[in-house]
């Protein structure tokens, strides 16, 4: 199917690797963060989120921490496998508004 | 258990014609979102239910975008006369609770990839 990671920031990562991906976050109101991991063809998966309270959270095989002072997320992932290659987004929200608002798409490329 | 289910996958229209995708969410859950994803951009918020409640409906780009839920579950995104830029992947996500103060999980579909000639 069609990429859709076309002309986004790539990371290539040598399998067993550890990965890191970077988001900066726009609304410093926001007060609930999602990591969705999007593969070619299909639609944003869930994968970890965070609420505004915390700074850290972990997961199977990733963590994600964040910095409100900065608006700066981060999502973790250990030793990263052939299947964790795919664009990774951040969605961010706030507790009296249900709609999402997706940051730029980061594509990560597993070299096996 | 079933995820979000769209359908058509894939949709191609002339300019000028009108189109109809449908979402069907998991069972039981309360909260439905429609996203418009662009070529190589994430997914921009279009409109959401809450149950048959149309309660946000800012992220329409024109009065030819139109959304129902006649009765709570299945969704309809109908777009009228389209146009070029109307090409887009249409997602759909639902989620279990509903209503401010309560966050949660949105799930999902495929997506409808609608490519308008």
């Known amino acids: 199917g069609e990429s859709v990671g076309l002309h986004l920031p790539t990371l290539s990562v040598q399998e067993g690797d550890n990965s890191i991906i970077n988001c900066a976050y726009s609304n410093s109101a926001s007060d609930y963060f999602i990591w969705y991991k999007q593969e070619s063809g299909k639609g944003p998966q869930f994968i970890i989120d965070i609420r505004s309270n915390m700074d850290k959270r972990q997961g199977q095989r990733v963590t994600v921490l964040l910095n409100k002072t900065v608006k700066h997320l981060s999502l973790q992932i250990a030793a990263t496998q052939p299947g964790d290659s795919a664009v990774y987004f951040c969605a961010e929200t706030t507790r009296g508004n249900n709609r999402l608002a997706f940051g730029k798409g980061n594509q990560v490329v597993v070299i096996p | 258990g079933a995820g979000v289910s769209q359908s058509p996958r894939y949709k191609v229209a002339k300019r000028g014609q009108d189109v109809a995708l449908r979402c069907d969410p998991i069972?039981?859950?309360?909260?439905l979102f429609w996203y418009q994803q662009a070529l190589g951009q994430g997914p921009e918020f279009l409109t959401y239910f809450q149950n048959e409640a149309q309660l946000d409906k800012s992220g329409l780009p024109s009065d030819r975008f139109f959304a129902e839920r006649p009765e709570g579950s299945v969704s309809t995104l109908k777009i009228q006369r389209t146009q070029q830029e109307d090409s887009a992947v249409y997602l759909c996500a639902s989620s279990l609770r509903g209503g401010t103060g309560k966050m949660d999980t949105q799930y999902f579909g495929p997506g409808t990839r609608l490519t308008v000639l």
């Open positions: 069972s039981g859950h309360v909260s």
